[in-house]
């Protein structure tokens, strides 16, 4: 009796486990996308900082 309650325990923990990794698992994962969402904004940002604006594009042609 004892060793039976024992392995329902034992099937409980490994259920619990599993579980708890592939919800690690999703908070990497979500954390990575976040990460890259974040320097794919800042990289957007810099590139419009950098771009030059309409006004010094007309004169680079007039000239």
């Not at 039976?4 to 325990?9: A, D, H, N, P, Y």
Request: aromatic share 4%; hydrophobic share 30%; with cysteine.
């Amino acid at each position: 009796h004892k060793q039976k309650l024992r392995m329902l325990k034992q099937r409980e923990y490994a259920a619990q486990i599993v579980e708890m990794c592939a919800e690690l698992d999703f908070a990497k994962e979500r954390h990575q996308n976040l990460l890259k969402a974040e320097a794919e904004e800042k990289q957007k940002y810099i590139e419009s900082r950098l771009k030059p604006k309409g006004n010094m594009l007309s004169r680079n042609s007039k000239k």
